[in-house]
């Protein structure tokens, strides 16, 4: 096994090695959750905190539903609306868990950096759901696994992300797990939802959608935030859908396997057509969804054995 | 005639002349007596003799913007602790910024400003005052009074007058007083909330960035208000190439000169790397390209003065999220040693260093001081120019230690450091 990592923060500090481990171990979860007992001990008696400053329902339920099936307790915690509100700072909402002596912390933050900087405070193993633009490793990790059940390979394959570029975590963590695997990545969008410097990570970009996907084997669309819609990133919804949307005209550009993918959740209409993201025949947004949940069950066994080897040896 | 002070045996740094050589300096009654080329006549007499032990000989560095927290944030720094640090620092000037809280912005505030500054050091202060009240770029401050009460240049620290007409109207008053202004070049909306440089580094970290563009809007507006008005006028920190060449054409036809940071000439962006917050500036951190741009432009003197932009910051302000932390780095007492790094990696001579830091300061702001020459104020730094150590936080005389230079290998230190003759630090 080869996972020498006290946390996940990030698809930034994972070899291609520790990568390939956790999606064989998230495979065995995938057969558990489709079994009739989902139950395991992996992680009994261990504490699990989900700590999001940041809405999510998707997301903590998926983290939720993998700690309880491994056997964790597992704690929600709203700190928007708890302690944040009163002024009590990032650090000292972590030393005040930290005094709870949990064993898995998992936190998103609005801010990039902030669940790093959390996890410099704490002792026990943390997992990033989601730091501002900057990571989000276990959707990218399960973007992964369905891709590779998908497609019965990891590499070598045209992948094309599409849309809101510059705000999307999801789309920096993908960028470097697909990269690290050896694909070729293109991304498509309208230049205003590009990131600055984009031309040096080793990426293809588009302004075209039907050029964009060309032959690709995986179509990856992105959530665009309300708040982007209007005028400041994008003239218009319709305009938006019309030349960035992914419908099956577009979609007939790719190759005629090629998979539909999104992270959910989505507008239909404006980054996909609702017809096309319900074909079970080219989408696989709820396996994605599936994959979740035993990605995360694998990172938390990951983590919790290197953690529990960390303690034994102290 | 018997000397009061006189250092024997020096590498005199003279920044007027451009020299570095073996000298001897004589002061009398607070001021430079004699500048001697070798020894100093065998009958020279001095009430008290420095054998200087051909150390480093230079005036003492004039400091335009630094930050005191008083009023209002005196637990983040004092004029007693910022008098410390300069001094240590070999800065016998500081010309203290108007961004506290209230702002500096009447002839009251700055009378308390001054006197405190009397009470709590030796070093030399001159305060500046706020450009416009509140800092809010409304309405023009009492410039006159200001100026009476001993405010030698007026600025809204790193708040831009996006308001032209306001802007114009402050700038055409300051100069029928003879006013100095500052600005600051940015381009407030398009730089709004960003909290590095974009680029490569600002994408990967997934940090809200601004394009170096946004400083060059700033300055080509700023240069049309100049021509306009006639004004006279520093641009605060220039820290990108862009800049540079937009520089370049106006600034001999105009009444201004240009400075940077310290921290612009010695760091570049990916020194955040994994959201280091006490690298979080403003302007931010730029690239490489754009740092050796700046340093080059130091050599040729299109850029005229460094300065530490030394801001000091609590660590609540800077514990926190890179977004969220707040900007600014300490740099008054690190000045000297950080600037010296560009004159061992051989960029800059000592020379030219000093005229960026001490001469050309003093001679913007109409100060006496910054010069090796006889009649000159006796403000002087001892410096021992290659002394390596390892630049430790908690070391600063700053109530606020947010120094980017933590841990970092330095060469230089200060030995001593003169304001009118008198020894206000030693180094033991």
Request: include cysteine; glycine fraction near 8%; charge should be negative.
């Amino acid at each position: 096994m080869s996972f020498p990592h006290r946390h996940l923060l990030g698809i930034e500090q994972l070899s291609p090695d520790a990568i390939v481990t956790l999606l064989d171990l998230a495979e065995r979860y995938v057969d558990l959750n489709r079994s009739q007992n989902k139950h395991s001990s992996v992680l009994e008696g261990l504490t699990q905190i989900n700590m999001f400053f940041e809405n999510s329902t998707r997301t903590q339920a998926s983290f939720e539903i993998a700690g309880k099936r491994l056997g964790a307790d597992v704690m929600n915690m709203e700190v928007r609306a708890s302690s944040i509100s009163k002024g009590e700072t990032l650090i000292d909402t972590a030393m005040t868990l930290n005094a709870m002596q949990p064993d898995l912390l998992v936190v998103r933050h609005p801010h990039s950096g902030a669940v790093d900087l959390l996890a410099q405070k704490v002792h026990c193993a943390v997992l990033n759901a989601g730091d501002g633009r900057h990571e989000h490793p276990t959707q990218a990790l399960l973007d992964t696994l369905t891709i590779r059940r998908s497609k019965g390979r990891l590499h070598r394959l045209r992948i094309a992300i599409c849309g809101d570029i510059a705000h999307s975590r999801v789309a920096r963590s993908n960028i470097m797990l697909l990269g690290k695997m050896e694909n070729r990545i293109r991304l498509i969008g309208p230049p205003t939802l590009m990131p600055s410097g984009i031309a040096d990570f080793g990426v293809e970009v588009f302004e075209d959608m039907r050029e964009g996907l060309r032959d690709v084997d995986v179509v990856m669309m992105l959530r665009l935030q309300k708040e982007r819609m209007d005028g400041g990133f994008i003239p218009s919804e319709r305009e938006y859908f019309h030349r960035f949307g992914l419908d099956a005209e577009k979609l007939s550009h790719a190759a005629p396997d090629a998979i539909v993918m999104h992270p959910g959740p989505m507008n239909r209409g404006v980054e996909i057509d609702g017809t096309l993201a319900d074909d079970i025949n080219r989408s696989v947004i709820r396996e994605q969804v599936e994959m979740g949940v035993a990605v995360r069950m694998a990172a938390m066994e990951l983590l919790a054995r290197n953690l529990q080897a960390s303690r034994g040896a102290a | 005639m018997t000397l009061d002070l006189l250092f024997q045996n020096a590498q005199l740094i003279n920044p007027e002349t451009g020299t570095v050589g073996q000298g001897a300096l004589g002061v009398k009654d607070g001021q430079i007596a004699e500048v001697w080329q070798g020894a100093a006549p065998g009958e020279t007499k001095a009430a008290q003799v420095v054998d200087c032990a051909e150390k480093h000989l230079g005036p003492g560095l004039v400091d335009i913007g630094v930050k005191v927290c008083e009023p209002g944030e005196r637990h983040k720094e004092s004029f007693r602790s910022a008098g410390r640090a300069a001094a240590a620092g070999g800065v016998t000037s500081i010309v203290t910024r108007p961004d506290t809280l209230p702002a500096i912005d009447s002839p009251e505030t700055l009378e308390f400003v001054l006197r405190r500054a009397r009470e709590a050091t030796d070093v030399r202060v001159y305060p500046m005052a706020a450009l416009t009240k509140g800092r809010e770029g409304r309405e023009m401050t009492e410039i006159g009074f200001l100026l009476d009460a001993g405010a030698v240049a007026f600025s809204d620290g790193d708040r831009v007058v996006t308001n032209t007409k306001v802007f114009s109207r402050a700038l055409t008053y300051a100069n029928s007083l003879g006013a100095l202004v500052l600005g600051h070049v940015q381009e407030p909306v398009l730089s709004d909330g960003a909290a590095v440089t974009s680029g490569k580094f600002a994408s990967l970290r997934g940090l809200p960035g601004v394009s170096p563009m946004a400083e060059r809007m700033g300055l080509e507006r700023d240069l049309a208000l100049i021509e306009m008005t006639g004004a006279r006028y520093h641009v605060d920190q220039i820290t990108t190439a862009q800049a540079l060449g937009a520089l370049a054409r106006a600034k001999g036809a105009l009444d201004m000169t240009v400075g940077t940071s310290i921290h612009h000439l010695t760091l570049n962006a990916l020194d955040v790397a994994d959201y280091r917050t006490f690298f979080k500036l403003k302007p931010p951190l730029r690239d490489e390209e754009d740092r050796l741009a700046c340093v080059e432009a130091v050599g040729s003197g299109a850029i005229d003065i460094i300065s530490s932009m030394h801001t000091p910051q609590d660590e609540e302000s800077k514990r926190l999220p890179f977004e969220a932390a707040a900007s600014g780095a300490v740099g008054v007492e690190t000045m000297l040693s950080a600037a010296l790094r560009l004159y061992h990696a051989g960029y800059l001579e000592l020379a030219v260093l000093w005229r960026a830091m001490s001469l050309a300061p003093a001679k913007r702001l109409g100060l006496p001081q910054g010069r090796l020459q006889a009649g000159a104020p006796a403000d002087l730094v001892l410096c021992d120019v290659n002394a390596p150590y390892t630049l430790d936080r908690f070391a600063l005389q700053s109530k606020s230690q947010n120094t980017p230079f933590d841990g970092a290998l330095m060469q230089g230190k200060v030995l001593a450091t003169y304001v009118a003759g008198e020894k206000i630090y030693e180094r033991n």
